[in-house]
């Protein structure tokens, strides 16, 4: 198969109108200043405040979410927008998880649901489709490589800070609670708790709602921030931080992260990303991970005496750990609940813990509430995002695309091991995020579809 490189300018014409002036192109907000905007917002404000004065728990996130979903049908509909038209593999995965969702949601309330399963249906079902409308919005308004990398940037960075909050919760124990409860316009639903116990650790949720969301964000961000720390971005480019300590640090701060989430979750997202990594880098550097990482754990357990046998005790007695139990008492009801709705579940949302218990594995989770429809929609959705970053490698000659595109991989593969183990789409910002990285991928394959059709016009005599 031939190569083509992908420079980091290649993007889609611009469409923005014959009156915009050459000199502000690039400096006026486009659809990735937005995205930078919710990644922000999401990763930041606690999923437990909602806006005020509403009948509706509504999330800033969420309503800024839906938001972009209209700006991208509105500029489907027009041609002077910037979004990408034409097919793209990424986009159509997402486009069959929403159809599956909203079948599902059309078979559960065909019928009766009590009332708290019908608002919590309506609200997931919504939330859903905000999640989804992002990362359709990524596909097709993120324009060039540049502008991912601004994008992605700002991921690294914000979890960074997000590490930073559960690094200070872990070691002192802070308190972050009351300045998120003095933002005006939000009220919390719930109490913001940000630290549980297990073994003598306390352990820290960062911003997140859970420290098992916690450890999930920080592992799935980790290969994004380990190659912007060998491949520095251009600063004027993406206006970002990009000094080397910067970016080194972000890497730390990230994988303490997930190692004092103290998550079998963040764990095994992390083994299956080192996976998906090691073996395609160079010889040199795979050697230097790999010391690395050796040296990053012997620090870590002289920094803190105690917790790499505390993360080596979650894995070897599965069988008698009281959680692992917990967790697997309730798949005989689940099974009952598959039995009876087996091709569009009971409905998005309304397997509730309170009622029936806490189904930790997103697959079985999705197959009780989506049924059989809406898990291949899922899997379907999360391979394709995989095989498309592969597709664009394979074209690519550019090392820091290749080498970008096997991060997203890795990313992505983090979460697909990651939701096996806990209930994903309960969490709103790991979940939120993984969408915003799924999109990615669809925007490297659909540059490397124009640089490949680009490099075949040249060839033509």
């Known amino acids: 198969m031939a190569a083509y490189t992908t420079p980091r300018d290649v993007a889609w014409p611009d469409v923005s109108g014959p009156d915009r002036p050459a000199g502000r192109v690039g400096r006026r907000a486009d659809a990735a200043t937005l995205l930078c905007w919710y990644a922000g917002i999401l990763l930041i404000i606690p999923n437990h405040l909602v806006i005020a004065g509403l009948s509706f728990n509504l999330t800033p996130s969420l309503l800024l979410g839906l938001g972009l979903g209209m700006w991208w049908f509105c500029a489907q509909l027009v041609s002077n927008l910037g979004a990408a038209k034409g097919r793209n593999a990424v986009r159509t995965g997402l486009f069959l998880f929403l159809a599956a969702n909203i079948a599902s949601y059309g078979y559960a309330t065909y019928n009766y649901l009590p009332g708290d399963e019908l608002k919590a249906a309506d609200r997931s079902t919504l939330t859903m489709v905000g999640y989804i409308m992002v990362g359709i919005l990524v596909v097709d308004g993120v324009r060039s490589l540049v502008r991912l990398d601004a994008l992605l940037l700002v991921v690294v960075n914000t979890t960074a800070v997000v590490a930073i909050v559960g690094l200070l919760q872990f070691f002192i124990n802070i308190d972050i609670s009351k300045p998120f409860e003095l933002i ?95 073996p395609t880098w160079p010889p040199r550097r795979r050697v230097r991970a790999l010391a690395t990482i050796a040296g990053f754990t012997v620090f870590m357990r002289l920094l803190v005496p105690g917790l790499i046998g505390t993360l080596l005790s979650l894995f070897k007695n599965l069988g008698g750990d009281p959680s692992i139990q917990g967790r697997t008492n309730d798949y005989a009801a689940a099974g009952k609940q598959i039995h009876d709705h087996l091709l569009f579940g009971r409905g998005f949302g309304t397997y509730l813990p309170s009622r029936y218990g806490p189904l930790d594995n997103q697959y079985l989770g999705s197959m009780v509430e989506t049924g059989v429809v809406g898990v291949a929609s899922l899997v379907i959705m999360m391979f394709t995002a995989v095989a498309a970053v592969r597709a664009s490698r394979r074209v690519s000659e550019d090392v820091v695309t290749r080498d970008l595109a096997q991060s997203l991989a890795a990313s992505v593969v983090i979460l697909i091991a990651a939701y096996a183990t806990y209930d994903a789409f309960g969490f709103s910002m790991a979940t939120g995020l993984s969408f915003v990285l799924i999109g990615a991928c669809g925007v490297l394959l659909r540059l490397s579809q124009l640089s490949r059709n680009a490099a075949g016009r040249e060839a033509v005599p």
């Open 184 to 278: 005006p316009g939000l009220h919390p639903v719930a109490p913001l708790s940000f630290v549980l116990e297990r073994s003598i650790f306390r352990r820290p949720a960062g911003t997140t709602g859970h420290p098992i969301e916690f450890g999930v964000l920080t592992a799935m961000v980790l290969p994004l921030a380990v190659h912007y720390a060998f491949y520095r971005p251009l600063r004027q480019a993406t206006g970002q931080l990009s000094a080397a300590w910067w970016r080194w640090a972000t890497v730390t701060l990230i994988g303490m992260g997930a190692l004092i989430s103290l998550s079998r979750s963040a764990i095994l997202g992390l083994v299956a990303g080192g996976i998906i990594l090691l």
